[in-house]
Nanobody, 121 residues
């Protein structure tokens, strides 16, 4: 499985960005796809995930929306009302062979290369 993330860039505070992650080598919808992010000097954290329904980290659900186009094997992350603290590298990931819960990195065996989101104040 290969994941290709795109859509990062520079945004102003209050602006929006949409990230995309295209998966190849795997079809269907019976596996979780997720977005994590890692800010400088911080741990990688879950942003949002979806298998059949979306799951959000508590602090993300108001401004971020995850969606999935199964026909395109692509998952999206719509980010609105961006804040400087959203600045991070955003990674998409796909569920692996063992499940440890939505927020555990060990649940996801396949990772994209990351896309940088920078939010200026």
């Amino acid at each position: 499985v290969q994941l290709q993330a795109s859509g990062g860039g520079l945004a102003q505070a209050g602006g929006s960005l949409r990230l995309s992650c295209a998966a190849s080598g795997r079809t269907g919808s019976n596996y979780a796809m997720t977005w994590f992010r890692q800010a400088p000097g911080k741990e990688r954290e879950l942003v949002a995930a979806t298998r059949w329904t979306p799951y959000y980290a508590d602090s993300m659900k108001e401004r971020f929306t995850i969606s999935r186009d199964n026909a395109k094997n692509t998952v999206y992350l719509q980010m609105n009302s961006l804040k400087p603290e959203d600045t991070a590298v955003y990674y998409c990931a796909a569920e692996g062979s063992r499940w440890y819960g939505w927020e555990r990195r060990e649940s996801y065996d396949y990772w994209g290369q990351g896309t940088l989101v920078t939010v200026s104040s």
